[in-house]
């Protein structure tokens, strides 16, 4: 991913170096360049300006390392290559490093990349998923009451799993889909990885996927709420479910009807917390109800320390990072169904806070992080 972050930068650091292939009569043509090893190009302006484009099915362009042979371009761009990969390492330094956490100007500096990268980030995030259950395996086999640094490893990597999600959550869903067939986990849904890590903020990143996936997902939740045994599996379902008919309007019906012809047979099967799997129903109901367009209630928003036009940090709040999105909000429902409509406004860059100086106020301490890590390890286990 580096590699490819960086081509993007070297480009934008010489994008007059790509001038001399443009054919006689095309000097008001946009130059395009496709990215190697991805279904992405960059388009350069004859003012100099760059757009990434993503591409799909045949692609349009010029091989970049084709031309920086033919066009004599390889020693020029050496040089800046290597620079700009020093350039990418440092910028993707936030995401990837223990103890780090990005502001939404870095988040930024990423995110405009998205159609370059956005593939090889979701690529990333079931990686680091398929990490995080060798951890929980561990974690339910030892049981150790002792803080452990498998524990603090574990808020690392799902925070970083998370940086990745929000990363691709742009890209078309016929794209998402491509890349899950090949990534595909048993039970797998879009939100999981990310809902049963039990903190808001996370699931608000698991709700953003479910999101980009939309309709194309139905089939997996549909399927985990009629057959799931886990409460928390069924929480999952239905918070993804809620997350698409919110974000899908012409969806919104046929879910609701789904989600109350399941509630009405659950009892049907043994669940391991069946209060837990009724107050999700309930919620889950409950905000499928709401007119379109309908806001977080204050009180929810007041509980996770955020404003309605996401003003300040966005969803970035202390709250958000240590809550648990099954606790009951004072409206009665989950705190996470309540939040939903908070979160699906949200751009992804307003899941970080407003500045570096604002990043503080989210450390978790070590105590804090074995609450969280026991929570989601040792709770309605998955």
């Not at 996370?202 to 009629?226: D, S, V, W």
């Not at 379109?292 to 509980?303: I, K, M, N, W």
Request: with cysteine; proline share 6%.
């Amino acid at each position: 991913m580096a590699d490819t972050l960086a081509i993007g930068l070297a480009i934008e650091m010489e994008p007059t170096a790509w001038e001399s292939i443009r054919m006689p009569g095309e000097s008001a043509r946009p130059v395009v360049l496709k990215i190697p090893d991805v279904p992405a190009a960059i388009e350069i302006y004859p003012s100099g300006r760059l757009r990434p484009l993503r591409q799909h099915g045949v692609s349009v362009g010029e091989e970049i390392d084709k031309l920086m042979t033919s066009a004599g371009l390889l020693s020029r761009l050496h040089n800046v290559r290597a620079k700009s990969r020093d350039i990418a390492f440092d910028l993707l330094a936030p995401f990837t490093l223990s103890g780090r956490f990005p502001s939404r100007t870095e988040f930024q500096s990423i995110f405009r990349w998205a159609p370059l990268i956005e593939l090889l980030a979701y690529a990333l995030a079931t990686r680091y998923l398929m990490t995080l259950e060798d951890l929980r395996e561990r974690a339910r086999v030892e049981a150790d009451p002792a803080f452990s640094p498998g524990e603090c490893n574990y808020c690392a990597i799902t925070h970083t799993m998370a940086h990745f999600v929000l990363m691709s959550t742009d890209a078309p869903d016929y794209r998402l889909v491509e890349a899950a067939r090949s990534s595909t986990m048993n039970g797998w849904s879009p939100s999981l990885g990310l809902t049963r890590a039990r903190t808001v903020w996370l699931a608000a990143a698991g709700a953003k996927l479910a999101a980009a996936f939309g309709p194309t997902a139905l089939e997996c939740y549909l399927r985990t709420l009629a057959t799931a045994r886990h409460a928390f599996r069924i929480f999952d379902a239905l918070f993804g479910l809620t997350v698409i008919a919110l974000s899908h309007d012409h969806a919104r019906e046929e879910i609701l009807q789904a989600v109350m012809h399941h509630a009405q047979r659950v009892g049907d099967r043994a669940v391991d917390d069946i209060d837990c799997v009724t107050l999700a129903f309930r919620s889950a109901i409950e905000v499928l109800k709401w007119r379109a367009g309908e806001h977080s209630p204050v009180a929810t928003l007041d509980r996770l320390g955020w404003s309605r036009d996401h003003d300040g940090d966005g969803l970035a709040s202390p709250p958000a990072f240590r809550l648990d999105p099954t606790e009951t909000a004072p409206n009665g429902m989950m705190l996470g169904f309540s939040a939903l409509p908070a979160i699906l406004r949200a751009s992804a860059a307003q899941h970080y806070p407003r500045s570096k100086a604002r990043v503080y106020r989210l450390k978790l301490g070590e105590t804090e992080m074995l609450q969280i890590a026991r929570r989601a390890w040792l709770h309605h286990s998955t």
